[in-house]
């Protein structure tokens, strides 16, 4: 389904994924590091003091933005892996403690099929996003390679432009969803980015091959 690109001036973004990502850095990158690019993304205020546990709109998208790009420039060529280690630290740190909003408390994941799985938990994931922010939409969609998860409104990329995908934090982030899901490693690529251009920022997760890779 065709959709307008939509940057919205002012798009507000969901105390508790800021929490996530912040939490995420500051596992992979350490206490000093997080402070680096906090500072760097102009977010200095959760320096001393977390964005609270709530579903609240009390960021802005472009200052996620801003604090991917941060990670990325602290790491030069390295920031792909460690933005996807990230992405796997913030899933998890969704699940403990967000597992109720994303509908996977309690699912009975051990009786469905693999496939069934994937689509499964790629569902909840843009279904909790779209339901706590009415400026997100999210597609999935199944393909002959696998299942595509299509964000129209991607904030990790909101107002930049690039020559290749970005969200690497995204990629992490899905691979880790399917992994809890299915027990298993599945490649996942972003084939298509809105800092590139695109409509949507697209995520391909290929049945059937193992290993996002982290670096």
């Not at 003091?49 to 604090?67: F, V």
């Not at 299915?182 to 697209?202: H, K, N, Q, S």
Request: with cysteine; glycine share 10%.
């Amino acid at each position: 389904m065709a959709r307008e690109r939509r940057e919205p001036k002012k798009w507000l973004f969901t105390n508790a994924l800021m929490r996530q990502a912040i939490l995420a850095i500051g596992e992979v990158m350490g206490e000093r590091g997080l402070k680096v690019v906090l500072r760097q993304a102009g977010l200095e205020r959760y320096v001393d003091e977390l964005p609270p546990n709530n579903l609240e709109l009390g960021a802005t998208a472009a200052e996620y933005a801003a604090l991917n790009q941060a990670v990325e420039e602290f790491y030069g060529r390295a920031g792909k892996g460690m933005l996807r280690r990230i992405g796997r630290a913030s899933f998890r740190y969704g699940v403990e403690e967000q597992a109720t909003l994303m509908g996977i408390a309690g699912a009975a994941l051990k009786v469905m099929p693999q496939r069934t799985r994937i689509k499964f938990i790629l569902t909840q994931m843009a279904k909790a996003l779209m339901d706590v922010d009415e400026e997100t939409y999210i597609e999935v969609r199944e393909t002959p390679e696998g299942f595509v998860f299509a964000d129209f409104t991607c904030a990790l990329c909101y107002g930049r432009q690039a020559e290749h995908p970005i969200c690497h934090l995204y990629i992490g982030s899905i691979s880790e969803a399917v992994k809890w899901a299915t027990g298993r490693d599945y490649e996942v690529r972003e084939i298509e980015c809105r800092a590139m251009g695109a409509e949507a920022c697209c995520f391909l997760v290929v049945e059937g091959r193992g290993g996002s890779e982290d670096g």
